[in-house]
């Protein structure tokens, strides 16, 4: 999870104050309307959306049997039987203070930037030794077939090694190359010069 804010540097306090409630204090105020915006969110992006399905079947499919096979945001299911209790030992267990990373950027005076910054997290304790284990990831090829009415898609996808392994960066340039956008040479061989 990303949290991104652009702010006046001059507005740095300000932010570390509320930042640092969030992290220490969360308020899981309005649980129920919460819930039903992220359900909604479910179903514009994938249940309602050919690519979200196409998309969320392929990843199931590649890793059947895997957590790599689950939708982030959830099945419809989950998301229905998701309870604040669930909610709350989800953030105990993943959301602390001591695996987050922060960066600062921008102008700004790096002294007066960290006396703020040890103001309201120097509470933070030190990294935990506890290793995430990497778990062998079980890549299952084949082709899925998904009728919808809509346009024609394909998605390709190739297991790679996950971050930090340096190879991942070298995955991200060429799949850019590759697929990205209209400059990309799929684009230009198969849609401007194919047809």
Known sequence: TTYTVSLPSDRLSFWAELESERIFHPAFRDFDRERNVVMEERRMRVENDPDGKVYERFIREAFAG???????????????????????????????????????????????????????????????????????????????????????????????????HRDDYHFDLISEILGEGRSSRLYRSLVEERG
Request: charged fraction near 30%; avoid cysteine.
């Open 66 to 164: 895997s957590p790599y096979g689950w939708p982030t945001i959830g099945t419809s299911e989950d998301l229905k039987n998701l309870t604040e209790s669930d909610l709350r030992e989800f953030w105990r267990r993943h959301y602390r203070p001591d695996r987050a990373i922060g960066v600062l950027v921008g102008r700004f005076d790096p002294g007066q930037a960290e006396k703020v910054i040890r103001k309201f997290f120097g509470r933070i304790p030190p990294p935990s030794k506890e290793r995430i284990q990497e778990e062998e990831v079980n890549f299952n090829p084949g082709i899925v077939h998904l009728k919808e009415n809509a346009e024609p898609r394909i998605l390709i996808g190739y297991p790679k090694p996950p971050l930090p």
